[in-house]
């Protein structure tokens, strides 16, 4: 049986009280119990992301009110979550009790979630604040990692990416990392792409590093031009 818990909580704006739940599932079905009483399934015969979204009351927004979104499944079909809940903020997502996944993404509007809890990610995409909070010390399978808009809202950017652990990691991408001057990769680094902006500065010693590691991977770096002709 795979559970995740999204705790959300409404905020005081334009569809400050709208739940979303996006999932992908290989086949089969999911149970969601949106935490004020209603429920839902959704269901599919092959692998695929699925979407739905709930109307939670008005009057939850000033008060600021938290709901425990529970998807769950008999089997161990859920296989990639979106730790994002619309207009509402996530407060926390719990990924614990779900090891079929493979896939994590979040961005902007939460406060919290542990990756360590889940070895088996193999892609994982962050952006904004979500940068701020990961730690990657037991993301073992992890192959791709997307790392983006780092800074601004309500955590400081990020200076030093620590991935000494993530030796199956075969692309990684940095966009917009705008304090991030140190990726740290171990000895037996399988990796072998990575993509970068000019507005993420890496340099010296670090990028030295990751360049021989490509190379001896067999693989390139890209950097790109943000500059529009």
């Known amino acids: ?26 086949g089969g079905s999911c149970h969601i119990d949106w935490g004020d009483g209603c429920t839902c399934y959704m269901q599919t015969d092959k692998c695929e992301w699925l979407y739905d979204i709930h109307f939670y009351s008005v009057s939850c927004k000033a008060e600021g009110r938290k709901f425990d979104i529970v998807i769950s499944s008999d089997g ?48 994982i995409e962050l952006k904004g604040e979500a940068c701020g909070l990961a730690d990657f010390s037991r993301s ?3 192959k791709e990692l997307y790392y983006q808009y780092t800074g601004g809202g309500r955590y400081s950017g990020v200076k030093k990416l620590d991935l000494t652990k993530c030796d199956k990691l075969e692309c990684l991408e940095c966009r917009h990392a705008y304090e991030l001057t140190h990726i740290t990769i171990s000895n037996k680094s399988a990796l072998k792409e990575l993509v970068y902006d000019e507005e993420t500065p890496l340099s010296g010693k670090p990028l030295e590093i990751i360049k021989r590691t490509i190379e001896r991977n067999g693989g390139k770096i890209i950097k790109e031009n943000n500059d529009i002709a």
């Open 1 to 26: 049986m795979g559970q995740i818990i999204m705790t959300v909580e409404a905020i005081n704006w334009t569809d400050g009280n709208v739940g979303h739940v996006k999932v992908c599932l290989n």
């Open 76 to 123: 161990d079909n859920i296989i990639g979550i979106w730790a994002d809940s619309g207009e509402m903020n996530v407060y926390d997502i719990d990924i614990s009790k779900c090891q079929s996944l493979e896939y994590f993404r979040a961005s902007y509007l939460i406060n919290h979630f542990d990756l360590t809890t889940n070895p088996g990610l193999k892609i």
């Open 140 to 142: 073992t399978e992890l």
